[in-house]
């Protein structure tokens, strides 16, 4: 049996890349599994490799910065699935753009997806699993950016430091209902994300392709570069009865990158 046997979960930004990866772990441990993004093409791919495993899966269209949205996934993976467990709120975005180059709308667009959407997707499945009566786990997307900086994604390392502190509120205030809320914080990991800031921050910092990949690489003690694999078992747990006395926390999954 898996740890997650009979658990219901759900994954958003689930069509690639870290996503993808958490919501195949999940269900390879034994969780049904509600795969949502705003791609919706993508998260039915991911679905239909999940039960063409033999697992048990959905795919579903969300935008994680509209609460109606978020509400309507709630509902749907309850209602077709039986009920919900886990909340892994992983969508997020970033944008490479120097300090002073920034604008409202550049500020404003990052913290809809990284910050409002983590918020209403923790909200909603709370709201489930108290009315459920079984507590649950909440999971969010954080990032070792909210641990140090780095140039030209000031908005972004701003919206993953405001996660951290919505987890921890969230913490304290759903406690009492035996939910945990915890965030994970990878470091450098091979997606289309970091080939991203590779090239854009590589061009501001005039280096070739790869070569700013390749030196982030080089500074934890492991001395490769992450792979999504890498972060979906730290979400298995986290989702499952053997951190059933771990909330409020940050964890790093970076390879020694940050050590606080």
């Given at each position: 049996?898996g740890k997650l046997d009979r658990k219901v979960a759900i994954v958003t930004g689930g069509a690639r890349g870290i996503g993808r990866a958490i919501a195949l772990r999940l269900a390879e441990d034994g969780a049904a599994v509600a795969v949502a993004d705003?791609?919706?093409?993508?998260?039915?791919?991911?679905?239909?490799?999940?039960?063409?495993?033999?697992?048990?899966?959905?795919?579903?269209?969300?935008?994680?910065?509209?609460?109606?949205?978020?509400?309507?996934?709630?509902?749907?993976?309850?209602?077709?699935?039986?009920?919900?467990?886990?909340?892994?709120?992983?969508?997020?975005?970033?944008?490479?753009?120097?300090?002073?180059?920034?604008?409202?709308?550049?500020?404003?667009?990052?913290?809809?997806?990284?910050?409002?959407?983590?918020?209403?997707?923790?909200?909603?499945?709370?709201?489930?699993?108290?009315?459920?009566?079984?507590?649950?786990?909440?999971?969010?997307?954080?990032?070792?950016?909210?641990?140090?900086?780095?140039?030209?994604?000031?908005?972004?390392?701003?919206?993953?430091?405001?996660?951290?502190?919505?987890?921890?509120?969230?913490?304290?205030?759903?406690?009492?209902?035996?939910?945990?809320?915890?965030?994970?914080?990878?470091?450098?990991?091979?997606?289309?994300?970091?080939?991203?800031?590779?090239?854009?921050?590589?061009?501001?910092?005039?280096?070739?392709?790869?070569?700013?990949?390749?030196?982030?690489?080089?500074?934890?003690?492991?001395?490769?570069?992450?792979?999504?694999?890498?972060?979906?078992?730290l979400v298995s747990f986290l989702a499952s009865e053997d951190s059933r006395f771990i909330t409020g926390q940050a964890i790093n999954v970076c390879g020694g990158m940050v050590m606080w």
């Amino acid at each position: 049996m898996g740890k997650l046997d009979r658990k219901v979960a759900i994954v958003t930004g689930g069509a690639r890349g870290i996503g993808r990866a958490i919501a195949l772990r999940l269900a390879e441990d034994g969780a049904a599994v509600a795969v949502a993004d705003l791609n919706a093409e993508g998260a039915a791919d991911v679905a239909a490799e999940i039960t063409g495993a033999g697992g048990k899966a959905l795919a579903a269209r969300v935008d994680v910065t509209d609460a109606q949205s978020t509400k309507e996934l709630v509902a749907r993976t309850a209602r077709e699935l039986g009920r919900l467990d886990v909340m892994v709120a992983n969508a997020g975005i970033i944008q490479v753009k120097p300090f002073l180059d920034l604008t409202v709308d550049d500020w404003e667009g990052t913290f809809a997806v990284n910050v409002r959407g983590v918020f209403l997707s923790l909200q909603a499945a709370a709201r489930q699993m108290i009315e459920q009566g079984e507590g649950g786990r909440l999971l969010a997307t954080a990032s070792i950016a909210a641990k140090m900086g780095s140039p030209y994604q000031a908005h972004y390392q701003a919206s993953k430091s405001a996660v951290v502190g919505l987890v921890r509120s969230a913490a304290w205030e759903l406690g009492k209902h035996g939910i945990t809320v915890n965030a994970y914080c990878p470091g450098v990991v091979d997606t289309d994300m970091w080939r991203y800031i590779d090239t854009e921050r590589g061009k501001l910092q005039g280096r070739e392709p790869g070569e700013l990949l390749k030196e982030m690489a080089g500074r934890n003690p492991l001395g490769r570069v992450e792979v999504p694999e890498d972060v979906a078992p730290l979400v298995s747990f986290l989702a499952s009865e053997d951190s059933r006395f771990i909330t409020g926390q940050a964890i790093n999954v970076c390879g020694g990158m940050v050590m606080w």
